[in-house]
């Protein structure tokens, strides 16, 4: 099971409210997927600068693995405080760390509304599907 | 059996063949479609996220280009170069991404047989073909690569964007300059053209994804976001931007 103290995007990233800033990071299906269980496969992380504004659903960075580029989508409306630039670096955190070293941005969040974001739960079943 | 489009374009310019996949990639809800085009003029184009001085001898392309997949660098001449734009929740995409390049790969192993090339996945050998500092994605192998002679033949690459997922391959019938010795069509059958390679990968792709490909053109509001996209991926500020 997921950790039950964040909300979860269709896209695979996810958010955890800590007042009214929200983190943000990628599930480990989703580095599964882009990995194939092979940290070495991830190469390439592109994470933004403090002070852009991004908007639910926007992209906010990119992430690369030897075989596909893929967009890092906000879940959330805000404008980013804090990132965490190690992971350009280290992308074997996202493997051994998805849900707490693994964080990507910070955001001062603008609405703490996360209504259409899935639970723990609901994610399971999406990622029970995405497998087919 | 679902019906997917077919887009051949051969010889066109690279402006358009990015735009195009780009528009495809980017529209939500379009069918599945594959391309299959061939560049004018010869075109060199880099990984969305490689560095230009990265890839020496590149100015002895004729044009260059970014494209928005991952991977090595690749000198688009005599060869076929394809692309599939669709849905991620497509059977095609199950199991992540190295399974989705075991399934391109074994259509594209279907066709190359009909030439009497034996290819088969890289598995855990080096491969003669392998040469570090170069850049090139011919030259940079993983265990999902199709090869034959011992050398890398088909590179691919993907882009995965809001739920949809653009697949680009490129089969080298022959080499260039750029490439040197690596794995060509051109060594089983001596001028063998794009055109004439793929009624072979057409059907091997229907066997294969269990799909019908219906030949088509790009529709006018596709033709019209291609010519918007399309002029980036030459601009020298893009292709240099890393």
């Given at each position: 099971m997921r950790p039950d103290d964040r909300k979860y995007s269709p896209t695979h990233e996810w958010v955890k409210l800590e007042g009214d800033t929200a983190l943000i990071g990628i599930t480990d299906f989703a580095v599964q997927e882009l990995s194939n269980g092979n940290t070495s496969d991830l190469v390439y992380c592109d994470l933004p600068e403090a002070g852009r504004m991004v908007k639910a659903g926007e992209t906010f960075g990119e992430i690369e693995s030897v075989k596909a580029v893929s967009d890092l989508n906000s879940p959330v409306t805000g404008e980013?405080?804090?990132?965490?630039?190690?992971i350009e670096e280290h992308l074997e955190i996202l493997a051994k760390d998805p849900w707490n070293s693994g964080w990507m941005v910070k955001l001062k969040v603008s609405s703490k509304n996360l209504d259409g974001l899935m639970d723990a739960a609901a994610y399971e079943k999406h990622v029970a599907h995405s497998k087919h | 059996m679902a019906a997917w489009r077919l887009i051949t374009t051969w010889a066109a310019a690279p402006d358009f063949n990015m735009g195009l996949d780009e528009a495809l990639l980017a529209t939500?809800?379009?069918p599945p479609t594959v391309r299959f085009y061939s560049w004018k003029p010869d075109t060199l184009s880099l990984g969305y996220?490689?560095?230009?001085?990265?890839?020496?001898?590149?100015?002895?392309?004729s044009k260059l280009v970014r494209r928005i997949t991952g991977g090595g660098a690749i000198h688009h001449v005599r060869e076929l170069t394809f692309s599939i734009s669709a849905d991620l929740s497509l059977p095609l995409y199950a199991n992540g991404v190295s399974e989705s390049y075991a399934r391109v790969h074994r259509a594209i192993a279907r066709a190359l047989a009909e030439f009497g090339v034996e290819a088969r996945l890289r598995g855990a050998d080096a491969l003669r073909s392998d040469r570090p500092g170069s850049g090139m994605c011919f030259h940079h192998s993983t265990e999902l690569d199709l090869v034959w002679d011992e050398m890398k033949g088909v590179g691919s690459a993907q882009r995965r964007k809001a739920g949809r997922v653009l697949h680009h391959g490129s089969i080298k019938l022959g080499s260039s300059a750029l490439e040197g010795e690596i794995a060509t069509l051109e060594s089983r059958?001596?001028?063998?053209?794009p055109a004439a390679f793929a009624p072979a990968l057409k059907q091997a792709f229907e066997a294969e994804f269990e799909v019908e490909l219906e030949a088509s053109v790009p529709e006018a509001d596709e033709r019209e976001l291609a010519k918007e996209l399309g002029p980036r991926y030459l601009d020298a500020d893009f292709v240099r931007s890393r």
């Amino acid at each position: 099971m997921r950790p039950d103290d964040r909300k979860y995007s269709p896209t695979h990233e996810w958010v955890k409210l800590e007042g009214d800033t929200a983190l943000i990071g990628i599930t480990d299906f989703a580095v599964q997927e882009l990995s194939n269980g092979n940290t070495s496969d991830l190469v390439y992380c592109d994470l933004p600068e403090a002070g852009r504004m991004v908007k639910a659903g926007e992209t906010f960075g990119e992430i690369e693995s030897v075989k596909a580029v893929s967009d890092l989508n906000s879940p959330v409306t805000g404008e980013v405080v804090d990132v965490n630039h190690t992971i350009e670096e280290h992308l074997e955190i996202l493997a051994k760390d998805p849900w707490n070293s693994g964080w990507m941005v910070k955001l001062k969040v603008s609405s703490k509304n996360l209504d259409g974001l899935m639970d723990a739960a609901a994610y399971e079943k999406h990622v029970a599907h995405s497998k087919h | 059996m679902a019906a997917w489009r077919l887009i051949t374009t051969w010889a066109a310019a690279p402006d358009f063949n990015m735009g195009l996949d780009e528009a495809l990639l980017a529209t939500p809800g379009l069918p599945p479609t594959v391309r299959f085009y061939s560049w004018k003029p010869d075109t060199l184009s880099l990984g969305y996220f490689q560095k230009l001085a990265d890839v020496p001898g590149h100015e002895r392309a004729s044009k260059l280009v970014r494209r928005i997949t991952g991977g090595g660098a690749i000198h688009h001449v005599r060869e076929l170069t394809f692309s599939i734009s669709a849905d991620l929740s497509l059977p095609l995409y199950a199991n992540g991404v190295s399974e989705s390049y075991a399934r391109v790969h074994r259509a594209i192993a279907r066709a190359l047989a009909e030439f009497g090339v034996e290819a088969r996945l890289r598995g855990a050998d080096a491969l003669r073909s392998d040469r570090p500092g170069s850049g090139m994605c011919f030259h940079h192998s993983t265990e999902l690569d199709l090869v034959w002679d011992e050398m890398k033949g088909v590179g691919s690459a993907q882009r995965r964007k809001a739920g949809r997922v653009l697949h680009h391959g490129s089969i080298k019938l022959g080499s260039s300059a750029l490439e040197g010795e690596i794995a060509t069509l051109e060594s089983r059958r001596r001028g063998l053209t794009p055109a004439a390679f793929a009624p072979a990968l057409k059907q091997a792709f229907e066997a294969e994804f269990e799909v019908e490909l219906e030949a088509s053109v790009p529709e006018a509001d596709e033709r019209e976001l291609a010519k918007e996209l399309g002029p980036r991926y030459l601009d020298a500020d893009f292709v240099r931007s890393r």
